[in-house]
């Protein structure tokens, strides 16, 4: 008898339309390459709107993007002036890949 592919389970499950989709590590470079095109070297007014991370917006609140660096699905963003000790903003992509 035949072998049924695991994949045509998950399609009778309803994951054939699923919106999400997991981030690879090509496309954590090409949001960082984006980064340095456009956002390095700008500053920022930073807030946490919910209030979970007000401590640490007010870290990098009108300091320098200095760089960003991509590492698998992680993403290291540098923030702060010359000669100071860079504030560092770590995001994971996790499994939908979203950075908002």
């Not at 389970?9 to 339309?17: D, P, S, T």
């Not at 009108?62 to 991509?70: G, H, L, T």
Request: proline letters at 4%.
């Amino acid at each position: 008898h035949k072998k049924k592919h695991r994949g045509s389970a998950l399609l009778k499950r309803g994951f054939r339309n699923s919106p999400v989709t997991m981030v690879e590590g090509h496309s954590v470079h090409r949001v960082a390459h984006q980064h340095r095109l456009r956002l390095v070297g700008r500053r920022f007014v930073t807030s946490s709107p919910n209030g979970r991370f007000t401590e640490g917006a007010a870290l990098i609140n009108n300091k320098p993007y200095q760089r960003i660096e991509a590492v698998g699905k992680n993403l290291f963003a540098f923030f702060g002036g010359d000669g100071e000790e860079p504030v560092v903003v770590h995001v994971h992509f996790g499994m939908s890949g979203v950075w908002a």
